[in-house]
T-cell receptor, first 115, second 111 residues
């Protein structure tokens, strides 16, 4: 089956630093990738949708200058949390899908802790 | 009212019990996903269904599009089934890709 990986799985950083999270589709070409955020005991919230080769579409309330998304190839999307603050500490999950297909394949998630 | 609701919110069961988790939604959809999120956070897609019933091992998912309701059943539950089960729907009127997630049902199966 289709596999999506994320790296790193865990990251701890100091406040003010930037953190990059990678999302890769390992055995398929993902025309669309999604980035979600999940706070403890809450549901997943869509942050942005990115299509390969074009700018990401951000959901309302998500700062595009703070959460930089790059989808440079059909197998890789990156989310960079710039100038991270403790309130950015969360579980970040990506998913990927192929154009015309309904199923989304989820990555294992990246847990970010900002001190 | 949330667009996707689940019940129960929390569920504790004895090993071997038959478990049902319900999902109701208020938006028009073309398909519904059932996801499983383990304590470590990783998410696994269990089912994607648009009508009728699907079965995979001990898991059965049903959907009634007219009633806007879906159920996830687990037969002969096992402690390894302990996880959060989430139903998710991509609404038809907006971008198909924007999935709306239910709040999740936290299941704990006790040996």
């Amino acid at each position: 089956g289709a596999v999506v990986s994320q790296h790193p799985s865990w990251v701890i950083c100091k406040s003010g630093t930037s953190v990059k999270i990678e999302c890769r589709s390992l055995d398929f070409q993902a025309t669309t990738m999604f980035w979600y955020r999940q706070f403890p005991k809450q549901s997943l919230m869509l942050m942005a949708t990115s299509n390969e080769g074009s700018k990401a579409t951000y959901e309302q309330g998500v700062e595009k200058d703070k959460f930089l998304i790059n989808h440079a190839s059909l197998t890789l999307s990156t989310l960079t949390v710039t100038s991270a603050h403790p309130e950015d500490s969360s579980f970040y999950i990506c998913s990927a899908k192929v154009a015309g297909k309904e199923t989304q394949y989820f990555g294992p998630g990246t847990r970010l802790l900002v001190l | 009212k949330n667009e996707v609701e689940q019940s129960p919110q929390n569920l504790t069961a004895q090993e071997g019990e038959f478990i049902t988790i319900n999902c109701s939604y208020s938006v028009g959809i073309s398909a519904l996903h059932w996801l499983q999120q383990h304590p470590g956070g990783g998410i696994v897609s269990l089912f994607m269904l648009s009508s009728g019933k699907k079965k995979h091992g001990r898991l059965i998912a049903t959907i009634n599009i007219q009633e806007k309701h879906s159920s996830l059943h687990i037969t002969a539950s096992h402690p390894r089934d302990s996880a959060v089960y989430i139903c998710a729907v991509p609404p038809m009127k907006t971008s198909y890709d924007k999935v709306i997630f239910g709040p999740g049902t936290s299941l704990s199966v006790i040996p």
